[in-house]
Structure formats: structure tokens, C-alpha cells
């Protein structure tokens, strides 16, 4: 991993981490420097799995291995750097699975309850989609009332996450040869505990010791992730809280108020967000507020439960994962609010240097010195009303120590697969037809998925606005969520206006439409969107019979989650060319990394690839996109089209 130069490429997040300096608050940027990563651990070769370890078995550097110092490189059971290596992977992508799956399961339990008319305040508000996944899961409509429906889907996918045998039901949405390749390769997912679990149970010390079958694993668990676990956890929230539309928002520490009562929401699960966004507008809390000497209240979110509200409601974002400390180093926020996942301890202790209250809502989640005030559907507006007071009532509590940076950028959110399909289409043909054309024609030359983290190892944002603008620059439709999207949006990627960095076809495509060449989809949950317009273009014809057949490509260039693997792992497990930044766990084995880099792509038709640097990572995915393209014998056109464009950048 190359040594970064700057922390960060966003000027709002370099002054917050010179006043975080100034003020003695130790934010993840310093912690970063003083704990350097243990280069062991990085490649995969540090096996903690029993008690006569940890055993260390670091690749030799800067020397080819003999067979026979190969030999010996294994941990005191025998497990060999392979046997390591794989077993690390397959963990990690069981605990990202587990993650976004224990997620969806939540949003199910929370669907059934609102269906029951026991969460008050929640509502189905997406008639058609509810009856589409009564359609896919072959719930009966009749003439039934959308409760009764929802109850029934809602056992229905509540089963999916306990179930034996068989196959997820979801599964049935992949194009059929996609399903075909799972289930000559083993890997369809039967239940999604189960795979977790098994997942488990195979890296366990003494069990599964064959490092393809470990990653065979690896694959079938991650499906029960992306068609799976966050499929649901996708579909449900839409049908509850509404299908996310286009949207017009601001993005930055900027977004935060001077006079106002600032209160940020962080973490993945959109209920609690939700109530926040309709009580933060309620007139009694608002008198509240101005009782206390403040001229109203402000929700901004912040990570995915952030991009959550913006998608449906336009509720302003205050930043990215590594930006969640900064926010509280402004000294104008009166509370975060967490929920779960990719919440830093490291609140608590900057909280300390300011008055900032952080509040965590879910019994899965609780953290040392933070206040705890549990949220539970049943009760959603008294207990969002109570945070919010909670909020309000640490306003006086602001001291003089507060500085908000001036930055903040418009944004153009809301782009779910119903709306691009409607955009692309009308409301009365929606299609990804025109997408389909103008990729056969050229002037859109592939479509990237380009998601996943901020890493405190590398340049904050550089790795995404650098890869996204090398993409578009080529005409490369770019599809985004999570803190990726984030990124690109303080960069101004994110407005019809940014065409102007696109290729000349690309360019031509998004000003027709109207739409931004980086299209926001959401949070890292809504990942599965990306596979559902993948499928989409498949289905529309013209590109081939199977995703891995579609010119397209996927990215997590600053990855660091466990999620992100699991993520990175159902992409290419779904058939897509997938490239990671920042560091590779698997260095420590050239076998195991092999098997994912090379022989995957027999496998599933995609393949993983490692690139920290973002335009080389740029060039290896349209490289991918070109060669799909003349798989399918469109290369052709898009030749004449770079002919005219070299022709137009002359002019
Ligand atoms: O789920 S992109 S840092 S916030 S893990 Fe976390 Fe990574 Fe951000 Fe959302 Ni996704």
C-alpha cells in the first residue's frame, strides 16, 4: 500500500482535523498514524483461531519461496498458508453477510409488525412494489387488503433467514443462466443463517481445510447476502417507507446550522431515521427548540442510515465514514445518533472535548459513556420525540468553540431501479431499453458499480473521485452507494451539471435524460439494486443472456469493512469483474488469491482484481467493459464513436 500523501482530498474534513487538533480531540486520521497496521494480518497469514496460536505465517519477502520453506509455513496444527488465508476471507465475508442479513432481518420483523398495525406511525406506502413481491414470492392477492398481503410476505421472507433445504426464493429473480451457474457450481444459498453458520463451522480449528472448498463457501455465503439478507432488507424499506424518486439535496459538514439545534443520524437501519425525519418537523418539538434559544432543528444523516433518508425524504448529509468524529469537532452538534454498524468507539471520546451527546438506540449496539435510549417500533414517535428533547435540551449546553465549515455541495439523490427504469423509459413503457441501445451503439460505453468505504490507510475520497472521474470520462455510466456516493457527491458528481467530465456519448445520454453520470442507488444494503438493474439490462436483450455477459464492472476503491467483501464477493459471484483498493487479505497465498483472481472467472464468470491505485483500477475495469463488448460483437461501434470523440476534444 502506497504511503498517502494528504489525509484528505475535502476541505471541510482537512480544517475539522486541524481543529481537532487545536482542541486536543484525537480523531481516527491521528489514531491512524500512531497505530500502524500489522503487515501479518493484512495478507492473511495470522491464524487466532485456537488457543496454541496465534501462529504467524507471513509470505517471505523480497525472495522466491523454496518448496521446502513452503512446506513449513503453517501454524502449529498444520493449517497451511492457504488453509489461513482462505479461512480469514471466508470469516470475514460471513461476518459482512451477517451483518447486512441480521439488518434485513430486522427490517422484517419491523415490516410484520407495521403490517399488524402494531408500530404506529409506520405505514406500507408502496402499493405496486409490495404486490410485485407478492408476484415474486408467490404470495395470493385476490382481493385482499395490503395488510393481509404484507403479513403474508413478511412470514414468508421471515423463513428465509431459518431455512434448511433448498434454495432463497429471491434467487428466482437472477436470469436463469445465472441461476444455472450456481447451482452446478453448489453455491446456491439454502438458508441465510445457515450459510453464516456453516461458515463458521467450516473455518473452525480442524474442519474445513481445503481452501477451494473454503472459498466455495466464501461464494454461497455471500449470495445469501446480495440475494438474500440486503435484498430484502432493500425491498422491504421501500414498500414501507417508499420507493426512493429523484431528490434534491446538499452534502458536506456544511449542511450543519449555526442557530440551530443540530442533531446528525449514523449507522445502517432506516426506522428510527424515519421518525426522526417526520418529529424534527413536528411545531411542538420546533417551540421546543426555541424555547431553548434556538432558531429551529436540523437532521442530517451521516453513513448509510444517512443516504437511507436522503433517498426518500432529502434529509441533508453531514458526511462519510471517516467525517462522523469530524462532525462533532464543529462543536454545533447537539447529538449523534447511532444506530448500527461503522459507528466509531471513538465518539465517545471526542464527545468528551465538546457537548456533544451520543445516543445509541439498539441493544445490539451500546457503547461505554454514550447515552442509551432504546428504540422499539411499537413506541417509534414518543421515543424519536424523547432523543430529540434529549437534543434540544443540550443546546444552552454549546459552547463558543464552534466553527462550521463553509463547504457543501448539491446533490441529486433517488435513483432505485423503478425510477432509472421510468426515466430511461416513461411511466407508460418504463425500460432499460434506451440504456441497452446506447450501449450497443456506443455512446454508453459499459456501466460500473462503484460503492463501499472510506479507509483512514489511504486519501480520504481521492480512490472514488479519481476512479469515478476517469469512468465517466470514458463514458462509463457509474452506479454508486454507500460512502462511495457519498464522495463523488461532495465532488459535484453528483448533478445533471457534471456531464460536463463525461464523454462525449456519455455525455449526450445524460443531458437527453436529464440525469447525473454517477447515479446515487443508496446505501451499501442497496447494493442489490445495482444486481436488479443488472438483471434488468439482461432481461431487455441485445447484451447477451447473462450478467457476466454485460459490459460491466464493479469497485470498492477505499474498502474496509467485512461488508465490503461480502459485497465485492456476491458481484462476482453474480458474474461481475470486481476491483478493490487499499490492501488485499489474501497476499499471504498466491494459491487462494489466484483462485479468486484467475479461476473464479471460469467459475462465475467474474473475477476479483486488486488495484490501489484508482486510474490503473479505472483502466483494468474498462478494459473488462471492452472486452465483454467485443464478446458480443459491439466493439465495432463504439470504435466510430471514439472516433468522433477525438475528433470533438480537437475542436
Ligand atoms: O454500509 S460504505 S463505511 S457506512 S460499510 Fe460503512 Fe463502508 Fe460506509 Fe454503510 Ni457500507
Known amino acids: 500500500m502506497a504511503e498517502k500523501e494528504i489525509k484528505s482530498i475535502d476541505q471541510a474534513t482537512i480544517e475539522m482535523i486541524e481543529k481537532a487538533a487545536q482542541d486536543g480531540a484525537k480523531v481516527v486520521f491521528e489514531r491512524a498514524e500512531t497505530m500502524r497496521p500489522c503487515p501479518i494480518g493484512a495478507e492473511g497469514s495470522c491464524c487466532s483461531l485456537c488457543a496454541m496460536g496465534p501462529c504467524r505465517v507471513p509470505l517471505p519477502k523480497g525472495k522466491e519461496e523454496t518448496p521446502e520453506e513452503k512446506r513449513k509455513r503453517t501454524g502449529v496444527c498444520g493449517a497451511t498458508a492457504e488453509t489461513i488465508a482462505a479461512r480469514n476471507f471466508l470469516r470475514k465475508i460471513a461476518a459482512g453477510t451477517a451483518a447486512h442479513s441480521d439488518h434485513g432481518r430486522k427490517v422484517t420483523e419491523a415490516f410484520l409488525l407495521t403490517a399488524k398495525g402494531e408500530a404506529p ?41 431459518g431455512k434448511q433445504e433448498g434454495e432463497l426464493l429471491l434467487l428466482k429473480r437472477a436470469p436463469l443462466k445465472r441461476q444455472e451457474i450456481w447451482r452446478q457450481q453448489g453455491v446456491a444459498p439454502r438458508g441465510i443463517d445457515r450459510e453464516v453458520v456453516e461458515a463458521m463451522h ?37 414498500v414501507m417507507f417508499g420507493t426512493p424518486s429523484p431528490v434534491h439535496s446538499q452534502i458536506n459538514l456544511g449542511v450543519l446550522e449555526e442557530d440551530e439545534v443540530n442533531i446528525i443520524i449514523h449507522g445502517h437501519e432506516p426506522h428510527l431515521a424515519e421518525m426522526l425525519a417526520v418529529v424534527t418537523h413536528d411545531p411542538e418539538m420546533i417551540e421546543y427548540a426555541k424555547s431553548k434559544g434556538a432558531k429551529g432543528i436540523n437532521l442530517a444523516g451521516m453513513c448509510c442510515t444517512a443516504n437511507e433518508v436522503l433517498m426518500r425524504h432529502g434529509v441533508p448529509i453531514a458526511g462519510n465514514f471517516l467525517q462522523q ?29 465538546y457537548h456533544t451527546k451520543v445516543i445509541t438506540t439498539d441493544p ?70 434506451p440504456l441497452n441501445d446506447n450501449i450497443i451503439n456506443g455512446r454508453i460505453r459499459g456501466v460500473a458499480g462503484v460503492v463501499g468505504c472510506n479507509n483512514a490507510r489511504v486519501t480520504h475520497d481521492d480512490a472514488h473521485v479519481t476512479l469515478v472521474k476517469e469512468l465517466i470520462k470514458n463514458d462509463v455510466l457509474v452506479l454508486q452507494t454507500g460512502c462511495s456516493a457519498m464522495a463523488c457527491a461532495k465532488a459535484g458528481l453528483m448533478v445533471p451539471e457534471a456531464a460536463k467530465y463525461a464523454g462525449a456519448g456519455l455525455a449526450e445520454v445524460c443531458e437527453t435524460v436529464g440525469i447525473p453520470p454517477a ?6 444494503v442497496d447494493n442489490t439494486r445495482i444486481l436488479i438493474a443488472a438483471t434488468a439490462m439482461v432481461k431487455d436483450g441485445g447484451l447477451g443472456d447473462d450478467i457476466s455477459d454485460l459490459p460491466v464492472a464493479g469497485a470498492a476503491p477505499e474498502w474496509m469493512s467485512e461488508k465490503a467483501l461480502a459485497i465485492g464477493q456476491y458481484f462476482v459471484g453474480s458474474g461481475v469483474f470486481t476491483v478493490f483498493g487499499v490492501n ?8 487462494v488469491t489466484d483462485v479468486l483472481f484467475k479461476d473464479f472467472e471460469e467459475k462465475y464468470g467474474g473475477m476479483w482484481a486488486f488495484e490501489p491505485e484508482p486510474v490503473k483500477a479505472a483502466r483494468l475495469m474498462i478494459e473488462h467493459i471492452d472486452k465483454k463488448r467485443k464478446a458480443l460483437g459491439i466493439d465495432k461501434a463504439r470504435e466510430r464513436i471514439l472516433y468522433d470523440m477525438a475528433m470533438r476534444r480537437e475542436l
Not at 124 to 135: F, G, T, V, Y
Not at 214 to 237: F, N, P, V
Not at 519 to 524: D, E, K, Q, S, V
Request: charged residues 25%; negative net charge; proline residues 2%.
Open 325 to 353: 468524529e469530524l462532525a462533532i469537532v464543529t462543536g454545533a452538534l447537539e447529538a449523534i445518533v447511532v444506530d448500527v454498524q461503522c459507528i466509531m468507539q471513538g465518539l465517545v471520546d471526542v464527545a468528551q472535548c
Open 202 to 238: 467450516r473455518t473452525h480449528m480442524g474442519v474445513d481445510q481445503n481452501y477451494q472448498s473454503l472459498l466455495l463457501q466464501g461464494a454461497r455465503t455471500s449470495l445469501a447476502d446480495g440475494w438474500g439478507g440486503s435484498m430484502i432488507a432493500t425491498e422491504l424499506q421501500d
Open 519 to 524: 447515479l446515487h442507488m443508496g446505501a451499501c
Open 584 to 591: 488485499w487479505p489474501t497476499i499471504g497465498s498466491k494459491e
Open 364 to 433: 445490539r449496539a451500546q457503547i461505554r459513556g454514550a447515552t442509551h435510549i432504546e428504540f422499539d417500533e411499537r413506541n417509534a414517535v414518543e421515543i424519536a420525540k424523547n432523543i430529540v428533547r434529549t437534543a434540544i435540551d443540550n443546546f444552552p449546553n454549546r459552547g463558543k468553540n464552534v466553527r462550521i465549515p463553509k463547504q457543501k455541495s448539491d446533490l441529486i439523490a433517488g435513483f432505485s431501479h423503478e425510477t432509472i427504469n421510468y426515466l430511461l423509459g416513461g411511466l407508460f413503457r418504463a425500460s432499460y431499453r
Open 121 to 161: 406511525g409506520f405505514a406500507i406506502k408502496d402499493e405496486q412494489k409490495l404486490l410485485q413481491l407478492a408476484l415474486d414470492l408467490d404470495v395470493t392477492i385476490g382481493d385482499r387488503s395490503n395488510n393481509e398481503i404484507a403479513i403474508d410476505i413478511g412470514e414468508v421472507l421471515t423463513k428465509e433467514f
